[in-house]
DNA sequence: GCCGATTTGTCCGTATGTATC
DNA sequence: CGATACATACGGACAAATCGG
């Protein structure tokens, strides 16, 4: 990022999780940080509330900014921030690769438009891709994709990241997602795509993620194993 | 809330959900709500970021404050932000009542401590509690609470409502919360405690919840039969 | 393509309130 | 009570993106 307040923000992240800010120990003081930085007190209150927001830190008023902060000890697939398939793999040590099962262009029937939140008649490709980690097949994942924001999607595209295309190439910025966890019954599809074992169960997370001109360009269904999945989140009350 | 940039925040929310401002339309810019809220610009500012960060609207450079929010039509459980059960079940007009399975005060083994954060040593309430809507049971709550920073409970006030009892005659502010969610087979306790019908898997969500002191005071193992369990996320980019 | 008006994004400085010690 | 530290609010300045003429 560009901008002094985000700039900050990772430099105190890095600083907790570095461990130079204890677990439950104060970190320097707004008129130490705003010294240190060399910023205005805004810039750092900014900062420092995106690091409340992440369940870095507890400010309390009158006594100091409380780091609340521990290194986790689950490993596994952890969501909770946006991210991609390729970051989240990488982050936890893992060997991984994506299959491309299904591409198509559609147009959004009823059923379709009710499902994914696109319109009736929206122009869509419909990928379906297996994700592959330590040689199991452990995701299902279906996309939707709004050609008109996404155009130019290829088969060779969407088994490498279809993120860094969007990002990159056409140039696109993420901005938000919405998501929401089920648990449902194992289909036949699933069973013939994942490597399911016994369980008779996935995960789903439904997520429709909007762009920076606010455009709701992709609806995914991703469908777990049930024991490699974790969905990671961080609350705080009056935000 | 007492603060300005909060009652801006519900007022635009509300009105947003009221339908004034609708999906993919603009609300007034930065300088009319100004104007109307007679406000400054920074506070209404931060109004708008909590707007964001809830997935209402998305602000464009140079064009405005588009509105990505759209009336949800699923019905159940959602989870999702800080949230007490009784207020959950209230906004989904279900008819709910608790049932407390155990009540002790334990002091943390290595094994507890491990699996709710909390210290080897520290001196906790065990509850078990079983949630009930419209005559089924639905959820097995599994809560340790730090005797220190919420003394004396008492069954009675369990069954009742935890947080209405911190908050109102502790007068503790909750402020935090982490949370994970997990797909685990349903245990004999499980089965014995819950209407579980047929199905073989339980979801589960482990919170940890900080006060405003910066103190880890609750972790809670929610347990939910599948088909009534859902988790709603926002997640935004570059907070 | 340029310019100016509009709108959001970032940053700064200051003042005041509130909680803690 | 005074000093310290965070919380809220105000006003101003400039940058960046968009859009229309």
């Keep these: 990022m560009k901008s002094i307040y985000y700039d900050i923000f990772e430099d105190l992240r890095d600083r907790i999780e570095d461990g130079e800010f204890a677990y439950q120990s104060y970190i320097p003081s707004e008129a130490q940080l705003v010294e240190e930085y060399e910023c205005s007190h805004n810039t750092l209150r900014k900062a420092l509330s995106i690091l409340r927001l992440h369940g870095y830190v507890q400010p309390i008023q009158g006594k100091g900014v409380l780091v609340i902060w521990k290194p986790d000890t689950f490993a596994h697939f952890v969501l909770g921030d946006i991210e991609t398939f390729a970051e989240a793999c990488e982050r936890n040590g893992l060997k991984a690769y994506t299959t491309v099962r299904s591409f198509a262009q559609i147009a959004a029937d009823s059923h379709v438009a009710e499902m994914t939140g696109f319109a009736v008649g929206d122009h869509l490709y419909r990928v379906e891709r297996v994700r592959h980690m330590n040689g199991a097949a452990l995701i299902y994942d279906i996309n939707y994709f709004l050609e008109s924001a996404v155009p130019g999607l290829t088969p060779a595209i969407v088994e490498?990241?279809?993120?860094?295309?969007?990002?990159?190439?056409?140039?696109?910025?993420?901005?938000?997602?919405?998501?929401?966890?089920?648990?449902?019954?194992?289909?036949?599809?699933?069973?013939?795509?994942?490597?399911?074992?016994?369980y008779s169960m996935v995960a789903v997370v439904k997520s429709q993620t909007f762009n920076s001109d606010g455009v709701h360009f992709e609806t995914t269904f991703?469908?777990?194993?049930?024991?490699?999945?974790?969905?990671?989140d961080t609350a705080v009350r009056g935000y």
Excluded: C, N, Q, W
């Design 222 to 232: 991703s469908r777990h194993r049930p024991d490699f999945f974790t969905f990671h």
């Design 160 to 198: 490498d990241s279809v993120y860094s295309y969007v990002e990159g190439t056409i140039g696109m910025r993420i901005s938000t997602s919405k998501r929401t966890v089920k648990i449902e019954r194992a289909t036949s599809a699933d069973r013939m795509v994942l490597d399911l074992l016994d």
